[in-house]
């Protein structure tokens, strides 16, 4: 267990719809990344937060949001879901002294047919 | 968008050999940092090297860095077989907004026994 952990580990759901994506960070942790994994573009950074505000976007559809809420928790919310948005999404947390030594969570595997 | 970029795209050795991947990338770092992940799992940090800092050592990791070039190199040395992964280098840039971990495309590495 890394201490950072994510719900649900898979998700299977339909073009159009709308999924949630959960993290928890590691104890202590104030910033949060998203990624997204597909075979095509590799490990593609989404989104930071840190200590419940947007700190960076990086190649993040519009399509996709994410919040941090007060207790730390962040979710990632995908909707009008197309085939290509299938991918496997981590998340990481990192320590509020900078960006040494992330973890990783177990990853979100997300298909859609 | 793509900061590093791993060489070999995929490595095969046998036990007890050495294994060494290389990592090129694009703008000016404050740190570099590798990571590994077995298939479909989250990634696991294994060791990072500030921009200041030319060489890294960590058990049977050994980790270079050249600023001039703009490059990494991993080398893991008396691989076994649990080795078997694949291997990202990841950079926080000196001039991006947030610390998000930007990733390169990552080496396979395949240690047979």
């Known amino acids: 267990d890394s201490g950072v952990t994510q719900t649900p580990k898979h998700l299977i759901t339909a073009t159009g719809q709308r999924v949630t994506l959960r993290c928890s960070p590691r104890s202590g942790d104030l910033s949060v990344y998203w990624y997204q994994q597909s075979l095509d573009q590799g490990l593609q950074f989404l989104i930071q937060y840190y200590n419940g505000e947007e700190r960076a976007k990086g190649n993040i559809l519009e399509r996709f949001s994410a919040q941090q809420f007060p207790d730390l928790h962040s979710e990632l919310n995908l909707s009008s879901l197309e085939l290509g948005d299938s991918a496997l999404y981590f998340c990481a947390s990192s320590g509020q002294q900078g960006p040494y030594g992330y973890t990783f969570g177990s990853g979100t595997r997300l298909t859609v047919v | ?113």
């Open chain 2, 1 to 113: 968008s793509q900061q590093g970029e791993e060489d070999p795209q995929a490595l095969s050795i046998q036990e007890g050999e050495n294994a060494t991947m290389n990592c090129s990338y694009k703008t000016s770092i404050n740190n570099l940092q590798w990571y590994r992940q077995n298939s479909g799992r989250g990634l696991v940090h294994l060791i990072l090297i500030r921009s200041n800092e030319r060489e890294k050592h960590s058990g049977r990791l050994r980790v270079t860095l050249d600023t001039s070039k703009k490059s990494s190199s991993l080398l893991i040395t008396a691989s076994r077989a649990a080795d078997t992964a694949s291997y990202f280098c990841a950079t926080v840039g000196a001039n991006q907004a947030g610390t998000a971990l930007i990733f390169g495309k990552g080496t396979t590495l395949s240690v047979s026994s």
